[in-house]
């Protein structure tokens, strides 16, 4: 069990590695000079000069990388250079937790619908019940979220007026509104994703019911309900965690998409708009948060995981 | 609701005075067509011990299932009368037919290991009877665990409440079982081969215990078994089953010592030359549910057979103090 951890932990860190230099070579790899940038068109040589030696621009790239990876771990991420903002600030502070909310209200709608779904799929195998849950699932799955969002955004927003289309309030500031405001995006997310919890339920239930403790679960009188949403759901979480974790990368992907088609300012919107922009700090800042983000979320749900399973767990 | 409160309380049983626990009269189960138990009659008094005995798919764990009602009507087809303690329970309404599992009519798997869910402690799972059929508190419904792992003789009781399933030995997992199933005393218990996932060294263990449990609580049992010999061993009575039929009932000595019907003298035979329950002494193997010989069932395996066991079905007979179903018994 701590081996397993320690491995998981190594492995984590190799990733998070291989995220940095990926990030810093971006900046390296891109077009144009920081320097000429900064200066604007008009510069002496002594001011580029110094000002490539007061950037360290003029040091080896291994040492340039160390520098900056420090700056990067103290949380020193620079200043937008259109903006002014300090870019920790930015990214971790603003748009992190729009992210991340957003992240969080779609996979409760998914498991809302997703998992009762998958149950009744799985309860009524090749009734009508099964073939509609089949087919929206499979359905939500192939439709591309962003077309999914200007359908909603076209048909509640504008339309019937009943949602706003644009904009993000914290539900921790004004819990209604920002509900309000979640819920389109939210749903454009979500869908994605319940057609992958329906499926993953209803196979995993089926398999689980097919086991001789859920007849020994009934020999002992426990009730239909209860066999199938006690007995049978508790061993169905394990897989359905499984691949909830497994699709985070088409979550965040899914959040980028989401956020730039409903104007909310999270993570997605920043690096969009630091592309449009051509300010290469703030991507850079932006791709190393989603690293973070999603190997800290993969270790979660790993230890999810193994604290769900008992057979994970501890060993006598 | 009347009848509900009747099943839960020890109300005397209602019929008459010899009355036995179960009585199965002519009842048959057909899955698609396919008759999986044909006109099986029984009888088994309060206290009494049954042994099934018959090779693999005679439907002895179709029997089981159906005792304790978790293959019912409309799932397979039914006809015949399952009465026990004087009720109908082919009638019985589901949620009627719920307060007699785990409570009345208990079972014990013959994988303890897939029979226990890997995700509760044994505790939880020892509990639930207790809380669902008696109301036990919870701390109740721990107290009560600890006794009955005491009772099957799973040392540090207390300390193993809280274990996982998959922390315990098979031997253990089926003890565990054992006490799941005892929980509420019932009073009859079925055990479809308890012993037969379990390693050689400690069956004759467990198959103690249940009996000894079963004695302690004068509960009636059913055991489903492959050994003929073992069977006469452990239980009052045995009942042989080919194809779906019961080909021969009666006391355990008699039935070992002087089998009737061919199939029991093959079973028989088998037993005494290998010293353990083979069946290649019996040429051939039960035929496919589809493809059932109008006749006697076991008649192309059948030593003895002659024209008429493949046209017409023997009447079960009374004889020597059994119930035997052959046109030629000698
Ligand atoms: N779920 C099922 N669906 C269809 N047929 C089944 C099912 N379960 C059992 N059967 C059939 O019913 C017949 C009796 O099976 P059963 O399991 O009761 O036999 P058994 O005597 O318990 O055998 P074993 O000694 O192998 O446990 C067999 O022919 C089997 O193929
Ligand atoms: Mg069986």
């Known amino acids: 069990m701590w081996q397993a951890t320690f491995t998981k932990l190594g492995q984590t860190l190799l990733v998070l590695l291989l995220v940095s230099v990926a990030s810093f070579s971006f900046l390296k790899l891109a077009p144009g000079d920081p320097v000429t940038i900064m200066l604007g068109s008009d510069y002496s040589k002594a001011s580029y000069d110094q000002l490539t030696q007061e950037l360290g621009l003029d040091q080896p790239v291994i040492v340039q990388y160390g520098h900056w990876l420090a ?11 259109i903006t002014n903002q300090n870019i920790f600030e930015l990214a971790v502070f603003q748009a992190l937790p729009v992210t991340l909310t957003l992240a969080a209200f779609s996979l409760l709608i998914a498991l809302v619908i997703g998992i009762p779904t998958g149950v009744m799929a799985a309860l009524y195998r090749n009734s009508w019940v099964d073939v509609l849950a089949t087919t929206l699932a499979i359905g939500g799955n192939a439709f591309p979220s962003f077309y999914l969002g200007i359908i909603l955004i076209w048909v509640f927003g504008v339309g ?50 097919g086991q001789p403790y859920i007849l020994a679960a009934k020999a002992r009188g426990e009730p239909g309900w209860r066999v199938v949403w006690v007995h049978g759901m508790r061993n169905v979480l394990m897989p359905l965690i499984t691949v909830i974790g497994l699709q985070l990368g088409g979550m965040l992907r899914g959040a980028v998409m989401t956020e730039v088609v409903f104007s909310l300012p999270g993570l997605g919107m920043m690096i969009t708009s630091a592309v449009l922009n051509r300010e290469y700090i703030v991507i850079q800042a932006g791709i190393m948060l989603t690293g973070v983000l999603f190997v800290v979320l993969n270790l979660m749900v790993d230890q999810t995981y193994q604290f769900l399973d008992p057979r994970l767990r501890r060993r006598k | 609701m009347n009848q509900v409160s009747v099943l839960a309380q020890n109300i005397p049983v209602e019929s008459h005075a010899e009355a036995s626990l179960l009585e199965v009269r002519d009842f048959s189960l057909r899955r698609k067509k396919a008759t999986v ?67 009345k009519i208990g079972l014990i798997f013959q994988d303890a290991t897939a029979a226990l869910n890997p995700c509760f402690t044994v505790g939880k799972q020892i509990a639930e009877p207790l809380r669902r059929h008696l109301g036990l508190s919870a701390s109740a419904c721990r107290a009560r665990a600890v006794e009955l792992m005491q009772s099957v003789g799973i040392p540090e009781p207390r300390l193993r409440l809280d274990a996982y399933p998959h922390e315990l030995s098979g031997g253990m997992q089926q003890r565990i079982m054992i006490a799941i199933a005892l929980a509420c005393n019932p009073e009859l218990l079925l055990a479809d081969e308890p012993t037969s996932a379990l390693d050689v060294t400690i069956q004759a263990q467990i198959m103690e215990l249940i009996l000894d449990r079963v004695r302690a609580l004068n509960s009636s049992a059913i055991f489903v078994l492959h050994d003929l010999a073992l069977g006469a061993q452990v239980c009052d009575r045995i009942a042989v089953m080919y194809a779906g039929q019961i080909v021969e009932e009666g006391p355990s000595e008699r039935v070992l010592n002087a089998p009737l019907h061919p199939y029991t003298q093959g079973l028989k035979s088998c037993v005494v030359e290998l010293g353990m329950p083979t069946l290649t002494p019996i040429p051939g193997q039960i035929p496919p549910l589809d493809a059932m010989p109008n006749g006697c069932r076991f008649a192309p395996r059948c030593p003895k057979a002659q024209a008429i066991c493949g046209e017409q079905r023997p009447e079960t007979q009374t004889r020597d103090g059994r119930q035997v179903a052959c046109w030629f018994i000698d």
């Open chain 1, 71 to 81: 700056n990067f771990v103290r949380g020193d991420w620079g200043t937008s250079y």
């Open chain 1, 160 to 209: 019937l007026g009943w949602f706003p289309t644009l904009g993000f309030v914290a539900p921790w500031d004004d819990f209604w509104q920002g509900m309000w405001h979640l819920a389109l995006p939210a749903i454009t997310l979500g869908a994605w994703y319940v057609g992958l919890i329906a499926r993953i339920t209803r196979s995993s239930l089926l398999e689980v019911m």
């Open chain 2, 37 to 103: 138990l044909d006109r099986i009659t029984l009888s088994l008094s309060p206290g009494e011990t049954l042994g099934l005995i018959g090779e693999s798919g005679a439907g002895k764990s179709t029997l089981a299932m159906a005792l304790i009602g978790l293959l019912r009507a409309p799932e397979v087809e039914i006809e015949g009368s399952l009465r026990f303690r004087g009720t109908e329970l082919t009638a019985l309404k589901e949620a009627d037919f719920r307060r007699l599992r785990g409570n």
